[in-house]
């Protein structure tokens, strides 16, 4: 391996920061590693760590709203207006989704990055998760997933405008942070529990928030950006994302969090 300033081409301004005096940060691969000797790198990789790297580089995100788009209020519009290296994945029809033609427009999206996390809601979740077996996964960094829809209670809600094939239910492989409501029209506690537990994800609950939308009140929401770092302080490690195994006590105590 080449020395620490071969990999930092494409981050100078990283080189010499304060956190280097414990460790080296090395871009490898699409993304940036800690690496120290005889130390256990979770230790190290902070939350005030992971935000200097994310103000010092662009970390690609690609926004994925669900059923309808989002709205100019809508969180996922200010976090796009807010954070320079974001964009939207944009549908050709967002009233009535077909799932190939979404996974086409994600399809386009990655292919134009060297690889970028997600940042999905609602239905725009259940595209993220049907990346379980595609190519395209090998793309995606992590997934921060925010009110996930069942997809059968979301055909109960609005029958006849969805086609997106059956519930996806594979475990993902790539780091995914599943962000939920206690009180989601779209997805019940226990339906909750079945897809975190499937995709094996880490779960964190915000108690009785609706849809997590503007109608719920969330309109800006910097909470989603805490939860977007500890996603990419996840991804840093090189170690598989650990599953979830999740009680309903689980949920009700996290939700103070």
């Not at 005030?48 to 709203?65: D, E, G, K």
């Not at 809601?121 to 259940?126: P, Q």
């Not at 339906?191 to 969330?218: C, M, P, Y």
Request: net charge positive; with cysteine; hydrophobic share 40%.
């Amino acid at each position: 391996m080449s020395d620490f300033h071969s990999f930092c081409i494409r981050c100078p301004q990283i080189t010499g920061s304060r956190y280097l005096q414990r460790g080296k940060l090395i871009y490898l691969s699409g993304r940036f590693w800690m690496s120290f000797r005889r130390r256990d790198v979770t230790a190290r990789l902070s939350s005030r760590s992971v935000r200097n790297v994310m103000r010092s580089v662009m970390i690609q995100t690609l926004v994925i709203p669900g059923l309808n788009g989002s709205s100019d209020e809508h969180w996922q519009r200010h976090w796009v207006r807010e954070r320079i290296s974001s964009s939207v994945v944009e549908q050709e029809n967002w009233t009535c989704p077909v799932l190939a033609h979404w996974q086409a427009k994600l399809d386009e999206a990655l292919s134009n990055t060297d690889g970028a996390f997600l940042v999905a809601h609602s239905l725009g979740c259940l595209l993220a998760a049907s990346y379980a077996g595609r190519r395209g996964a090998g793309l995606i960094r992590g997934a921060l997933l925010v009110a996930p829809c069942s997809l059968e209670t979301t055909l109960q809600m609005h029958p006849c405008m969805i086609d997106f094939g059956i519930e996806p239910l594979e475990r993902l492989p790539f780091p995914s942070l599943v962000v939920g409501s206690l009180n989601d029209p779209y997805m019940s506690v226990p339906q909750l529990e079945r897809h975190v537990k499937a995709w094996g994800s880490d779960l964190v609950t915000i108690g009785f928030s609706g849809h997590i939308n503007v109608a719920s009140g969330f309109g800006r929401w910097p909470q989603g950006y805490d939860f977007f770092e500890r996603l990419v302080r996840s991804s840093m490690v090189p170690q598989p994302w650990p599953s979830a195994a999740t009680s309903r006590s689980d949920l009700v105590r996290s939700s103070t969090l």
